[in-house]
T-cell receptor
Framework: EAGVTQFPSHSVIEKGQTVTLRCDPI?????LYWYRRVMGKEIKFLLH????????ESGMPNNRFLAERTGGTYSTLKVQPAELEDSGVYFC????????????FGPGTRLTVL | GDSVTQMEGPVTLSEEAFLTINCTYT??????LFWYVQYPGEGLQLLLK?????DKGSNKGFEATYRKETTSFHLEKGSVQVSDSAVYFC??????????FGTGTRLKVLA
């Protein structure tokens, strides 16, 4: 069974540009999460999808970030326009259910904004 | 709110040394506790977990016991190897959906 995959693995962009990150969850996992680790700090929750619906986006930093999950399969996280402080590693995770269900993480996308 | 505090790194050990990485938490209710590991160039992998007080999670020679009285979940291994070099994250889940992570502890094991 394939794990959570993320694309790209690395992205280097200029301030003001747009970047779109993609996450493919484990097949059959309705729950999909985005997290971010900035500058060696803790990994912080960004948002949670159940199928195609946003369950909680309280961790999204501001309206430059837009997450979508059309059709309830893969998800995209778009940053537009990117700022220097957006640099970090963006992790995606998926789980079969909520609560006690373990979240399985992808390899992350390292975003560098210059 | 809920939080996780883990010891700062890097932790540098010689091969076969004993490892302890401290983790304490603050939470309302009874969270599940996790240790995740990130090897160089790879993603986060679940190392072990415990879902209730006094549970012991174990995997690959690593162990951690859920201590409610001290709100701790310290990671231990009796004899580390060079291949254990990685960043270790302690995390909790309050049975909803959000995971709350510590800042991570980098472990370097020298041959």
């Amino acid at each position: 069974e394939a794990g959570v995959t993320q694309f790209p693995s690395h992205s280097v962009i200029e301030k003001g540009q747009t970047v779109t990150l993609r996450c493919d969850p484990i097949s059959g996992h309705d729950n999909l999460y985005w997290y971010r680790r900035v500058m060696g700090k803790e990994i912080k929750f960004l948002l949670h999808f159940v199928k195609e619906s946003k369950q909680d986006e309280s961790g999204m930093p501001n309206n430059r970030f837009l997450a979508e999950r059309t059709g309830g399969t893969y998800s995209t996280l778009k940053v537009q326009p990117a700022e220097l402080e957006d640099s970090g590693v963006y992790f995606c995770a998926s789980s079969l259910g909520q609560g006690r269900h373990t979240q399985y993480f992808g390899p992350g996308t390292r975003l560098t904004v210059l | 709110g809920d939080s996780v505090t883990q010891m700062e790194g890097p932790v540098t050990l010689s091969e076969e040394a004993f490892l302890t990485i401290n983790c304490t938490y603050t939470a309302t209710g009874y969270p599940s506790l996790f240790w995740y590991v990130q090897y160089p160039g790879e993603g986060l992998q679940l190392l072990l977990k415990a879902t209730k007080a006094d549970d012991k999670g174990s995997n690959k020679g690593f162990e951690a016991t859920y201590r409610k009285e001290t709100t701790s979940f310290h990671l231990e291994k009796g004899s580390v190897q060079v291949s254990d070099s990685a960043v270790y994250f302690c995390a909790l889940s309050d049975r909803t959906y959000k995971y709350i992570f510590g800042t991570g502890t980098r472990l370097k094991v020298l041959a």
